[in-house]
């Protein structure tokens, strides 16, 4: 009889959440949202009725003041790997099952700390110390059991050897995370796992497949899911230090191009590359300045040392913007630290067999404009979700990913249907739209022109259609942003889109 696998898996409740916050709960009344749905909440959002699933409206339903983030599951596995790394400096051979769940082996860590409920209660204080005190751990005969423990109500929860089939016989079939089969169970009246293990296993194959076997087994306890340890990560993070504080950019990117230097190495040596980067700066006050940097390719020394440049160029302008009686913001550098964030595979990026070709050239000249631009010289626009025209338009630093501000998959009624005018005025500005009498058209609570659109800036008025109503955000402390809009064609052929709020009108945007 083989013995069953005894693993260990740590929990850390709300773990999107804390990426998109950061620091540890309790988190104000929050909601990630993708594709219009709730993925994830925080605990206070739970008491007033929030749940994952929902759709926004009725989120937002049963809270109005609910902040409503997008989700970004890139940044949740950023957010963890300085975790995973803290986890394997005290019990190597961890494996991540998603971003805030991880897995390992409680054989060598429950043998070094004597015992695996002395060993959990070691990871929890080291993790505790580290800012992390809401991890929940679990200790069972597999990562399916071992889960289900971690995530009760106790910091530590260690199942016996072979007793866990007992401990799952309670629980409902949904924590097997297949809505189709446990629907399906619940309408037969088999409610929880041990109704669901005391099926025969031929007759849960036959109606359900080799699928419904495997979940058959995990509701008995047979866990067999390979554990494929978390391979060490090289050394890739470098920093220098100043025996003197500098305090001009040039001095420091000129002695930071070594350490960039080695840093490039260090990643050749492993293969791979570095797709995103964080630059520390500690100054001679012991303040640390921390900025992540994305590129759209990967890093060479020189984007490194720009990087560095344009994130001491930010500081002095925040520095000199400041009260002069508060503290110094910003000092001399005494320490720079460059570490790679996210890598990827050397191959991915190799140039191709007759060259780079145009993307190539195209990101070596943006990147030298940049250069002499700065960080906000060169940007690229992204589509973002709302209903005004300027709200849709995200403008990102290039080599930053976009990430909108607002989904722009999600249903905005009330916004402007396709085609979208070509040229948009951020900010509208001022407009004149008159009747045939020479006085300013006026809209009244029921939508209605106080006359027909006769003269638009000067220019006669061909035709326009209209007015619209568009209010968002009525439930705001100033009421929200409310108008009308109307398309106006003039007798230049420009068309206009154009709307009215509070007691004068503004261009919006303008077709071509």
Known sequence: MNTPLRVLVLWFPDWPLRAALGGPPPHPPTALVQANTVVACTASAREHGVRTGQ???????????????????????RAFLPVLQLIEKHAPGVTLLRPGLAVLRSRGIARYHGGEAEAAAALTAVLADAGLPEVRIGVADGPFTAEIAARGRDACTVVPLGRSQEFLAPYPVQVLRDEQIAGLLARLGVRTLGEFTALAPLDVRDRF????????????????????????????????????????TDQVAFAVRQTADAVLLALGDASIVCTEVRVDMTDDNGKVFSR??????????????DRVRWQLEALATQSSKEPVDEARAFGGIVAVRIVPVAVDDAAHHQPGLFGSGTDERLHHAVSRVQTMLGHQGVVTAALAGGRWLADRQVLTPWGERPVPP????????????????????LPPRPIGVRGADGAVISIDERGVLSQEPARIDGAAVQAWAGP?????????????KGGHRLQIVDDHDHAWLVFRTGERWWAEGRYR
Do not use: K, N, Y
């Open 55 to 77: 759709r926004r409206r009725v989120a937002q339903g049963h809270l109005s003041s609910l902040r409503v983030l997008p989700h970004d599951p890139a940044r949740d596995e």
């Open 209 to 248: 497949g080799e699928h419904g076997a495997r979940l058959h087994a995990l509701a008995a306890g047979a866990d067999s899911r390979p554990l494929t340890p978390r391979p060490p990560d090289p050394e890739l993070v470098r920093s220098i230090e100043f025996e003197t504080p500098l305090g001009g």
């Open 292 to 305: 992540t940097w994305l590129h759209p390719t990967c890093f060479d020394a020189s984007d490194l040392v």
């Open 468 to 480: 619209w109503p568009v209010h968002e955000r009525r439930w705001a402390p100033d009421g929200g």
């Open 406 to 425: 607002r989904d722009p998959d999600s249903p905005w009624p009330g916004s402007l249907p396709d085609p979208l005018p070509a040229e948009v005025f």
